[in-house]
């Protein structure tokens, strides 16, 4: 089972990693009121951030990920995620430049190619059909997103995408079987 290396963390599990951050980082138990799907999130996330203190996993953000939180309303949310998204985007600079094959420049470029590609069509959302491309730019070998409506839904029956659109519950089915020799 092959595990995603360079993965693209959608908005929506920025958000999510924030407001769980007490389970996800310090193992706390989850709120008994999440649903299932979030339950599952939020354990694998813990499994998946545990791991990769030793996996070494390279998270992805990009300007488009700042773009979108910054039009979050709430101005202590908001703020809140502009430090986490400050510590991602950091991490994922670094990754970025040691990389030494990429530059932003060069992702910016490939992710209008693609965006004009029509490749992207199939995505209704305009944001959603720009940050794939960011991912596609910068080689991820994953986008992780909780849109299970539109983006999940798509990774069945949408366009082949050299990269895969994953949930955090399966990132981290995949870590645990991989921990555990499956």
Request: net charge negative; aromatic share 10%.
């Amino acid at each position: 089972m092959q595990l995603p290396r360079r993965v693209f963390l959608d908005t929506n599990v920025v958000n999510f990693v924030l407001d769980h951050g007490d389970s996800i980082f310090d193992g706390e138990e989850p709120s008994v009121t999440l649903s299932a799907a979030d339950r599952a999130d939020v354990e694998a996330l813990h499994l998946i951030f545990l791991t990769g203190e030793r996996a070494h996993w390279e998270l992805a953000v990009s300007p488009l990920t700042y773009a979108e939180i910054m039009h979050t309303p709430d101005m202590n949310r908001r703020a809140a995620l502009e430090r986490w998204f400050s510590e991602l985007w950091q991490y994922w600079s670094n990754c970025f430049s040691e990389d030494g094959t990429l530059s932003h420049e060069y992702a910016e470029d490939l992710a209008k190619r693609v965006a004009r590609s029509g490749l992207m069509a199939s995505f209704p959302d305009v944001n959603d059909q720009a940050l794939l491309c960011h991912a596609i730019a910068y080689e991820c070998d994953a986008f992780c997103t909780r849109d299970r409506k539109t983006i999940l839904k798509k990774a069945k029956s949408g366009p082949r995408l050299p990269l895969e659109l994953i949930s955090p519950a399966e990132w981290g089915e995949r870590v645990w079987a991989v921990r555990h020799g499956f």
